[in-house]
């Protein structure tokens, strides 16, 4: 089967690595790709949002599968697109409806969807510049501290959270007035903060059944000791180890199971990736956030840790039979350490070369190295992106395997390199 593969992060990647692992896949594409995923597959200069690109290519091609690795495409429609052309229905995507999308690409949207279904999560209120007053009032009598939350997509950036209702007012100005966030802030959700430690739930489905695969924990600050402004992702762990047997099994009762029932009742087309940001308050789980894929860099973690053949459980969505399979899953711990441009997340600099790559190709081992934000020029390979690599080790504990990932990034160089080296830190 020739397979499609859309995007060009650190998440492709390790899809990318695990997708050429299946004897099912006898060719992969990647579009746009990275250096990384050139080793996996062929690289099209083809973007994630030119559907019709993408329409030609798969005909072209003969696609029998397409794989969307970021958000944007889902949001805007990739998998309606497929489904309403005669010649592309036939297709399976890896994806949700742009309804089922939602669910990301509205934070107002998931929140009332939790509300209809009575999945735990914050308390919360939704304005935008028609009800600024009341937003304003709404946040004099707010608790603290409070969150706020861009509505709409904002490259994981869109949230802030208020110390004071002075920052929050501020704050809440340049969302609805300032456009901080462009259009992703015309509307804003404000939220009850809550206080306990986060993870990442990840969960497979056909629309009618589920799999969970194995849960994550990722580092949004870019300093030691989460300090710092978010960044994307600096590292991420797997297994929580604060996530057991019981807390997970609240978190299937209480979450994902009226997840799924809930986008079922409401006839929302969903066959794939449900990302499900956790927070554990005491011994209870609440969700703050859904996404419509998988996460970066949780994803690095994942896919190595997944023993299941990739494409089998792709299919298997696309067929409704996901419940004729269970995961088989690597009781290592593995760690991924995120190498960024210097300045990230602010400013930084591109096209810088990169050394010590030659004997580090992703492959069969204790550590496999993950390309996010890199290009190949005249055989070399450059930094492409504030995300450059992420490192990924396995071993027994999470001391270990932080450890390892050290080890391989002090021979890894590219000017202005910068890696947290605490990732796991508080389990350490």
């Known amino acids: 089967m020739h ?27 990647v579009a746009p790709g990275n250096a990384g995923t050139a080793r996996c597959g062929i690289n099209i200069d083809l973007s994630p949002l030119d559907f019709e690109g993408i329409k030609k290519f798969c ?9 969307v690795g970021p958000e944007e495409p889902l949001v805007k429609g990739i998998v309606d697109f497929f489904a309403g052309d005669a010649a592309l229905r036939k297709i399976p995507v890896i994806g949700p ?35 600024y007053a009341e937003g304003i009032t709404y946040l004099q009598q707010h608790s603290l501290p409070v969150v706020l939350k861009a509505d709409g997509l904002a490259a994981g950036k869109g949230v802030v959270i208020c110390q004071s209702t002075i920052e929050a007012v501020a704050e809440f100005e340049l969302m609805l007035q300032g456009n901080k966030f462009g259009e992703a802030s015309n509307k804003v959700v404000v939220e009850e903060f809550l206080s306990g430690i986060e993870l990442s739930v990840f969960v497979l489905t056909d629309g009618k059944h589920f799999l969970t695969l194995p849960e994550a924990k990722d580092y949004k ?28 099994g609240k ?19 969903y066959r794939g990736f449900i990302f499900i940001g956790v927070i554990k308050v005491g011994d209870d789980p609440y969700v703050i956030e859904y996404n419509c894929r998988m996460g970066d860099p949780e994803t690095e973690v994942v896919m190595p840790r997944l023993k299941n053949d990739l494409v089998e459980l792709f299919l298997a969505v696309g067929s409704q039979t ?26 930084y600099q591109k096209g810088l070369p990169i050394s010590g790559l030659d004997q580090l190709l992703p492959e069969d081992g204790d550590s496999l190295v993950f390309h996010a934000g890199t290009r190949t020029e005249n055989d070399a390979i450059l930094t492409n992106g ?43």
Not at 59 to 67: A, P, W, Y
Not at 114 to 119: F, N, P, Q, T, Y
Not at 221 to 248: H, Q
Not at 394 to 422: H, Q
């Open 386 to 428: 504030g995300r450059v690599l992420c490192i990924t080790s396995f071993a027994e504990t999470v001391y270990e395997a932080v450890d390892k990932s050290r080890d391989v990034l002090e021979n890894i160089y590219y000017d202005g390199i910068y890696y947290r080296r605490d990732i796991g830190y508080e389990f350490l």
């Open 221 to 248: 600050r870019v300093g030691e000791g989460d300090t710092g402004p978010n960044t994307g992702g600096m590292g991420a762990v797997s297994p929580v180890p604060f996530a057991g047997e019981e807390f997970m």
């Open 59 to 67: 005909l072209r091609e003969d696609i029998g599968m397409v794989v």
């Open 322 to 347: 996901l419940d004729t399979l269970t995961i088989s899953q690597d009781e290592r711990t593995a760690c991924t350490i995120v190498a960024v441009s210097g300045g990230y997340p602010g400013s």
């Open 3 to 29: 397979i499609l593969l859309l995007g060009s992060g650190g998440r492709e990647h390790a899809l990318a690595w695990k997708l050429v692992q299946s004897s099912q896949c006898t060719r992969l594409y």
């Open 251 to 269: 978190v299937t009762d209480r979450i994902i199971i009226p997840t799924i029932k809930g986008l079922a009742e409401e006839n929302i087309d």
């Open 97 to 131: 409806s742009a309804k089922g999308a939602q669910l990301e690409g509205s934070k107002a949207f998931s929140k009332k969807f939790m509300a209809r279904h009575g999945i735990p999560t914050a308390a919360y209120g939704e304005f935008s510049v028609d009800n």
